[in-house]
Each structure stands twice: as C-alpha cells, then as structure tokens.
C-alpha cells in the first residue's frame, strides 16, 4: 500500500467529509474511510458524457448538522447494485474503473479479449463498473490506498484528485514510448495539459493527467418538424446569435401567457457549459494571465450574461433547466418542449430516443458569437492512479484504449466522437450503418467542428474547486431563480478573486 503525505490525506479528508450524506447514503463507508467522512455539506458532479447537468453547492454548518442528524438516525437504503466486474485475460492485474452502460461495459470486454489480450498474453484487466457518487467513493479508495489502477475522468473533474498529486502526469511516458500523437486532435492533446497550482505563471506546473478517451462537443440538436412549421430556416454555419435569438421568438409557443413549446434550451446554469459563450463575448472565468483573477464582473461576461438573461427571463423565449416549465420524464427535445436545444453529440443515443417520437431532427453548429466561435469540446480521457502497483502494464492499456483497434470498436458501440483522425475518417459511415436515419442528422457537424477547431476547454483558476463552490450557486440564483441581474457576477467575481489570491 502507498503511503500517503500528511498533505494528501488532510485534502482527501476535506474533500470526503463535504460529501458524506450522498456517500453515506450510497454505501459509501464499506469502502474503509468511514473515519474519514465526517458530514459538513453536499455536492454532486455530473459528467460531459451525459445531459445531466454539474452542479455544487455548500450548505451551512447548522443546516448540515441538522442533516446528518436525521440521517444518522434513519435507516441507510441498501447500496444500489453493480453489475459484476468483467475479467479479461491472465497474468499482471490492472483495475480499470468504465463509466459507461452495461452495455457498452460488455462491448469494452469483447473488444479488449479481441485485440488486447492476443498483443499483452502477460496481463489481465478487471473493469469495474462505476458506482453512483464516483468521485467521493474515489477519493475514499484513494485514502485507503486501494484506487483503481485506470479511472475516467475529464479536465474540470481531475482537478481535485491531480491537485494533491493522485494523477500520473504522463508527459515523460509519451516521451519515452515515441507515441505518434499527429493523429489526435491538436486542440484535444493540448487541452489534456493543465496547471496545478495555478501553472508554471505562479510557480506552478502543467502536467497530462492522461490520454483521450472519446469527444464530446456542444452543438445545436434542431427540431425541423418545428422550424417547417413556423417557416423558419434552418441554422447554417454564418449563423450569428442576433439569428440565434430571433429563431427563438419565432420558434416559441406561448398558451395562457405560459411557455408551452420554448424556442431553445441552454444549461446556462451549468459549470461545464457556461463558460464558453462568456468567451464568444471576448471574456473570460478566469484571466488566461493571472489564473487568481476573476473576469465574470467584466462588460464582455456582463452582455453574455445578459443576453441570455433578457431571452429566459424578459421574453421568456430560452429555457433553463429549471424555468419556464414543468419538467417531463423522457428526453424533453424529442417530448417537443422545445425546437432547439444546446447540448453534447450523441448520435446512437439520440435515435434511440427518437425510436418513439420519430420526430426529423438534425444537428447544426452553435452560432459564433460577437468576436469568436468556441464551444466546450471535452477532455473525456483515461488517467493513471499515482498509487497504481504496476505503472508500465496500466500505461500499456492506456495506450490501447487510445488506440485505432479500440477507438473503432467504441464508435461501433457508442457512436461517440473518437479521438483520432484515421478513426474519424470512417465515423460517419460507422453511424450511419448501425442507425441508418443518422443519415438525415447532419452528422458532418461533428467532423467539421474537429477540424475546424474551434472545441476547447475554459481556462482554470489557481484553486478551481474553490471558485466552482462559489460561481455554481450564482449561476444558479441568476438563471434558475431569476429576479437577479447579471450584475450580481461581480460581486461573485470578486469574492473569487479574493480567495484566489489568499490561498
């Protein structure tokens, strides 16, 4: 077992006991750190792989007191169960923690056996499902000193566990084994480097928390029953948000003064997506110069902010995830709540949803904004635990799951973006054989943005845990609540520059 530094240990300890009531309810305490998951607030973190949305916040001392009050004295629900590990090959064990369905689980199985055993007879891979509540059962793993060997992560979540060192930067190790990396996208390899401790401008590091596991990036899923409908044409790649925002007055429903069918859907109140249409404005979270400097008070985040304020709130024309309306079970885009809808790239997910409805639908690229077009293109990947027993056979799989053989196989599973070139070259036609109405889709958006290049990921702040538990409640008060200006961002900007300095 590794033996953790005093640092280390008193992080991961500040980090669990945040979240002992979800972990607690989960079963969380079977896994050895029950001394350590001492309750004072709540969090919970989505993932760009999904449409749920990420969301933090922390709750008040009696509040949280009174909480795990009642639920030390309720009976705990039975910890959800797994699907079993699947166990592939002989020899070497390495532990690889899939966050996917089980589905998709079975196809990493078939695929590894396939074309990874057959190359490395010498080692075996065991994949564990995920469980609910992944990251603070990690992080209980990581105290105890039994993490998986290989886990799946992204930039803004492996922040937590990279900070105190849990991450293998892998840097020396794609130097050392003379990896052709001509084949990733450019704008995805560089964005899998990020600073700790605020990176080498405040003394700081940059280090490769992994390498890439698929890509998710946001465009508009476009609902063109709906845009015949009301006459209006559909988006091309010229469109500007002025043509964005009129699309959506035009596209909107109202019955009895109450938004029955809204003009689009944007999770502005997410941390993972909120980001980048400040920086469509010329704006930014956090200062590209001066990582413990806030942007959010300034006049290009304020007209991002308040362009889709006045949308949602004033013309109630845009929907946020928790305005406007009721929700509904099912997938609200193809439920016909709204025309358009902002979110990832999922194609078989999609038409699988669609198998119902059967609704035309296509995707389009999110329309550039006042100085530029970017959008969030994920860093979704596969990281090595600084406390992996065998370093050399877990970077082996690391390479393969990068690799071409298992890059294919993904897509013919998942349909999802994969991360390099030769693979992308067949995508569409990999799509478009398992789900033939993707035809109609528009899928060449997804290709398109990746040669383009106009995908990435924010900048991040000297602590950016810190300044997430800070902003995710403004952006909720803003754009869930309303009856707040966007004004209101200063204030926040400028708490999260005071912290951001002192720490």
Sequence with gaps: MTQLSKDTVAFLDRHSRR?????????????????????????????????????????????????????ANSAVPPTPTLPPAAVVGSGTEIRWQFRGAPAELQGAQQTLTKSFVPANPKIKVTIEPA??????????????????????????????????????DVNSLVDKSKMDISDFYQWQWRDFNIPLKGGPKLGGTLIRFGLPKYVNVMVLWVNKDMFQQ???????????????????????????????????????????????????????????????????????????????RKLAWDEKVLLIPLSGMPQVSGDRFFSGQYAINEDGFYPFQMAKNNSATKINWQYAHVPKGPVKREVLGTTDGFSMSKQAQHPDEAWTLLQYLAGVDYQTAQVETTGLLPVRNS?????????????????????????????????????????????????????????????????????????????????
């Design 230 to 308: 009301k006459g209006q044409a559909l988006p091309t790649l010229d469109w500007t948000h002025n043509e964005y925002a009129d699309a959506m007055r035009k596209l909107t429903v109202m019955e009895n003064n109450k938004i029955k069918v809204g003009g689009a859907h944007i999770p502005m109140d997410s941390w993972d997506r909120y980001w980048y249409r400040v920086y469509m404005w010329g704006g930014f979270d956090a200062d590209p110069n001066d990582p413990t400097k806030a942007g959010l008070g300034a006049k290009e985040a304020q007209d991002a902010f308040e362009w889709v």
């Design 19 to 71: 979240n002992l009531l979800r972990s607690a309810a989960l079963g969380a305490a079977g896994l050895g750190a029950t001394a350590l998951l001492a309750a004072c607030g709540a969090s919970t973190t989505g993932s760009a792989t999904s449409a749920a949305q990420t969301t933090s916040a922390a709750g008040s001392a009696a509040a949280t007191t009174a909480a795990a009050s009642t639920a």
């Design 423 to 503: 693979v992308l070259a067949n995508w569409k036609t990999i799509c478009i054989k398992q789900y033939p109405e993707l035809e109609q889709a528009n899928l060449d958006v997804g290709a398109q943005a990746m040669q383009m290049g106009y995908p990435g990921n924010r900048n991040f702040f000297k602590n950016t845990t810190a300044a997430q538990e800070l902003i995710n409640p403004a952006l909720q008060k803003v754009f869930d609540v309303g009856q707040t200006p966007v004004t209101y961002f200063q204030q926040v900007s400028d708490q999260v520059t005071q912290n951001e300095k002192s720490s």
């Design 131 to 168: 469980p609910d509540n992944r990251d603070e059962k990690l992080i209980a793993q990581m105290v105890a000193g039994d993490p998986p060997d290989v886990f799946e992560t992204w930039g803004d979540n492996v922040q937590q566990f990279a900070e105190k060192g849990q991450v293998v």
